[in-house]
Structures are given as structure tokens and as C-alpha cells.
T-cell receptor, first 112, second 112 residues
Framework: NAGVTQTPKFRILKIGQSMTLQCTQD?????MYWYRQDPGMGLKLIYYSVGAGITDKGEVPNGYNVSRSTTEDFPLRLELAAPSQTSVYFC???????????FGQGTRLTVV | DAKTTQPPSMDCAEGRAANLPCNHS???????VYWYRQIHSQGPQYIIHGLKNNETNEMASLIITEDRKSSTLILPHATLRDTAVYYC?????????????FGQGTRLTINP
């Protein structure tokens, strides 16, 4: 039972490069989330989605874009990587609001 | 939006009960209290949630005061593997209930 799968696990980007962090879930959950976690800090919500075709901004959306074309996938796009985006990124999914969320194991991104 | 306040850190002896407090004095009647934990740099793990009644599962107990302004997560027999950051979250009202916003959490250290 895979749950929430994030790829890649690690990545080093140069300033100005772009990349897509992949998140896929096999639980058929409607709600999906992207978070970033800086060293020693809590999780900050970047974007979230309540279903295919619906996305909304979280606390720190600047510099990121998302799409949700299917229930399973919720990719996070960085267009022009900056050192400030060095962080660990977590994806999560849950069936609806007021239910348990399941998290992936994270993607550690370094921008140099 | 109801905010939460947690102590930044706590210590507990192995085998003892760990009691983690959370203040949420602005909570409204239809908002749930959730607890998650994050072990080292893994993705957060759901522990328990409740509305107004006390709740218990195989991991922990959740005690919510009668006025719902605070709650306590209880790990009845803490082990070294319970060392983690524990997050208390109150789900937001209405449209905001779709979000899942984390605070800074309490870093719990279980000592041998």
C-alpha cells in the first residue's frame, strides 16, 4: 500500500533553474497539500487542492505553481529557483476536511 | 482562525506518561483539535483528533477541557521512539477548514 509517494527524494538545483516536484497518491483522496519545512521550523502550507481542477494558495505560495489534472497527482512547479527555496518539501493527502492526513516522505531540495 | 500555543520543548522520562499541553482559547464550536507528530525529518504522522469529548486510540489519549480552550495529548508510557516534534492543530472555519495549517509544535525528548 504505497499511500503518498514523492519524487525525487533529493535534488540540487542551480539558481534560475526550474523543476517539478512530483506527488502521487493511490488512496483516491480528494484533498492534497504541499508544504515546505525550513531547518528547525514548522511546516508552511504552499498550495492545496480540494479536488481535480481546483487549487488554492496557502501561506507561502510565491515562487511556486501547482496543477491538479487528476485525483492522483499534484505536482509542484518551481520556475526560477532561488536559494530561499532550499527546504524540505512534503506532500499530503486526505479524504475530506476534518479527516486524517497522510504525508509523503519528503523531497530535500537545495538551490545553489 | 483559532490559533494554538504550545511550549517549544518538553522532557519526559522513559516509561512515564508524557502530557503535552495546547492552548486554543479562540476555538469555535465546530472546530476540531488535531495532533500530529514528526519524528526526525520524516513526514508528519497523524496521532488523534477530537471535537469536545475525550478520545483514546492505540497511540494516545486526547483530553479536551469542558470550555474547549485547551487540550492535552497524553502518551501513557513514553518510549525513546516517541521523541519527536508534536503539533497541535485547530482546523479553520468554513472555507478555511479545507486548509491544514501547522504551528511550531513542541519538541518532546524522552530520556532513558
Amino acid at each position: 500500500n504505497a499511500g503518498v509517494t514523492q519524487t525525487p527524494k533529493f535534488r540540487i538545483l542551480k539558481i534560475g533553474q526550474s523543476m517539478t516536484l512530483q506527488c502521487t497518491q493511490d488512496m483516491n483522496h480528494n484533498y492534497m497539500y504541499w508544504y515546505r519545512q525550513d531547518p528547525g521550523m514548522g511546516l508552511k502550507l504552499i498550495y492545496y487542492s480540494v479536488g481535480a481542477g481546483i487549487t488554492d494558495k496557502g501561506e507561502v505560495p510565491n515562487g511556486y505553481n501547482v496543477s491538479r489534472s487528476t485525483t492522483e497527482d499534484f505536482p509542484l512547479r518551481l520556475e526560477l529557483a532561488a536559494p530561499s527555496q532550499t527546504s524540505v518539501y512534503f506532500c499530503a493527502a486526505r479524504p475530506t476536511m476534518n479527516t486524517e492526513a497522510f504525508f509523503g516522505q519528503g523531497t530535500r531540495l537545495t538551490v545553489v | 482562525d483559532a490559533k494554538t500555543t504550545q511550549p517549544p520543548s518538553m522532557d519526559c522520562a522513559e516509561g512515564r506518561a508524557a502530557n503535552l499541553p495546547c492552548n486554543h482559547s479562540t476555538i469555535s464550536g465546530n472546530e476540531y483539535v488535531y495532533w500530529y507528530r514528526q519524528i526526525h525529518s520524516q513526514g508528519p504522522q497523524y496521532i488523534i483528533h477530537g471535537l469536545k469529548n475525550n478520545e483514546t486510540n492505540e497511540m494516545a489519549s486526547l483530553i479536551i477541557t469542558e470550555d474547549r480552550k485547551s487540550s492535552t495529548l497524553i502518551l501513557p508510557h513514553a518510549t525513546l521512539r516517541d521523541t519527536a516534534v508534536y503539533y497541535c492543530i485547530v482546523t479553520q472555519r468554513g472555507q478555511g477548514a479545507q486548509k491544514l495549517v501547522f504551528g511550531q509544535g513542541t519538541r518532546l525528548t524522552i530520556n532513558p
